[in-house]
């Protein structure tokens, strides 16, 4: 039995958790376009640049037919990406595999009129550093 859970553990250790593989959601009081305007703010606010707004919202609506769907998933939804010089030679020397989450992002959806703002979670360890600016920023939104 002791066999058992030593092997049990070992196996949970090395499978990723459901939180490292999500996203981290919040409610935003206000509209999508209130939303996407604070976090745009915020971001700047950082000193950082806005490199790209990919506007996810609007290509899943515009091609939902060219792919045999009749299924809105967001009213509106935008992703903003961006990155930090700071912070990515900060994790990258730590671990240079760590470019694969770079730029950063922070989405703005909007379902049924239920606007959220969120960030995908980053693994354990230098990225943490990261996630903690997303937050930051985001938390500064929603201000």
Known sequence: MKRF???AALAF??????????????????????????????????????????HVGD???????DVGSDVKIFDSADIFLFCSAQLSRQVMEADPMNIAHCPYGI????????????Y???????????QAMLDKIVQTARE
């Open 107 to 118: 989405f703005v959806t909007d379902r049924e009129g239920q606007v959220q703002i969120g």
């Open 59 to 65: 290509m899943l609506n515009r091609t939902a037919e």
């Open 5 to 7: 859970a030593i092997i």
């Open 13 to 54: 250790a090395a499978t990723p958790s459901l939180a490292e593989e999500g996203a981290t959601t919040y409610d935003f009081e206000g509209s999508f376009e209130d939303a996407t305007f604070a976090v745009e703010n915020a971001i700047i606010g950082q000193g950082l640049v806005i490199d790209y707004t990919s």
């Open 120 to 130: 995908r979670n980053l693994p354990d360890g230098p990225m943490q550093d990261v």
